[in-house]
């Protein structure tokens, strides 16, 4: 099948005004992890028979659910991570039930919460949310109960920011430079120690084992945007040279026994996300073919899905930020590495989210800052290609149900 070049507004009116048969078809049939032979098919792949007798359509591929582990996600729709910075000492608020509820209340399959801190000095800011003691628990818990009875699932992303972390007593990185910090009153940074390292991955675990306390379906590790472990990847921030540094084996060692570490204490049956940066855009910096290098580890160590995000490591990166501009990336890690992908990036557009799924360039789209513009997105995403997906049943039952009563009494009054 040829791919679908463009994904604009033209697209849109296609995909809700002709006959089933011009969507593009499914190109599946090819078990690559298990989820796809439960797929539907396609409907090329349909008989032709009498309208009346045709079965129903199959729904767009961003409704179709998606199962990794034992966790079926309604649709491929994900909430990007977001920091909201309005924690106090890492706790979630009403603020937080409000903000990832309403995704929940408006479609998302997947609500992923923005970085959670696994210690406290691994917070962007002091008013960072935080997952590193027991009483972070319970205000996560009230918020993933919410987005449950929307049936919807929530994910956790558990997060270090490394040399990025400000604004509190003690920061910590892979190694000294100071052009990447990104203001003058920041403080420089100090190397980690082993003991320090070994600290770090400890805290990873321990948030973990709190995530699933706090009944998330998920969980995610923060390996992007420049932060502690994605700091260790990359060689222009990663100078050491112990064998947390130098080779490509040595950088990673981090990422890798943070992921093997959180696999080994989250259920067997909940999924591992890894986000990462694919790459820094830098000249020699990290890079695509060393993310695949990486996944093809984490794949080994039981991830099972790539988050692929880029950037955020150096000021001199070079992005031509536009619509879709990340997509190459998960299309690439999920080909070459046959691994579940996450697309990510100024996805804002019903049928640019369904070209990436039926042009299997990713297995779900995340989306950040259209879901803050518009929390009903996925509501407007299936009104936009046809689909069906659920109201809350508080905006459409009792109004229905009245009405119908009241018309149907009215009839029997007018007929008999
Ligand atoms: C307000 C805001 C906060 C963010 N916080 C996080 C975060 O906590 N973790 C993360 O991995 N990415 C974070 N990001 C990046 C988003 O998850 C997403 O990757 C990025 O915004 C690109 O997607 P978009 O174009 O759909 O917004 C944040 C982005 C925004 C706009």
Redesign the pocket.
Known sequence: MRRVKSAGPALVRQMATTSAAAIPPYRGGEALWGTRASEPPGPAALPKQPASTRPPRPPPHLFRPFTVRGLTLKNRIVV?????YSSTDGMLSDWHLVHLGSFAKGGAGLV?F??SAVVPEGRITQYDAGIWKDEQIGPMSRIVDFIHQHKSAACL?I?HAGRKAREVRRTLKAAGRPWALRRDDMRQPKEMTKQEIQDTIRAFVDATVRADKAGFDAV?V?G??GYLISSFNSPLSNHRTDDYGGSFEGRTKLCREIVKEVRNAWPREKPLFV?LSCTDWVEGGWDLPQTVRLCRDLKELCADVI?C?SGGQSPSQKIAVGPSY?VPLADAVRREVTIPTCA?????QAAQAEEILVNQRADLV???????RDPFWPLHAARDLGADLHWAVQYVAPFYLFLFIYLVSLSFVTFY
């Open positions: 990007s991570p977001m920091c909201m992923v923005e970085a992303q997060a995610e923060h992007a945007h986000r988050d995000s990340q990510v990036g100024e996805i804002s995340a989306i950040g800052r259209q879901f803050l």
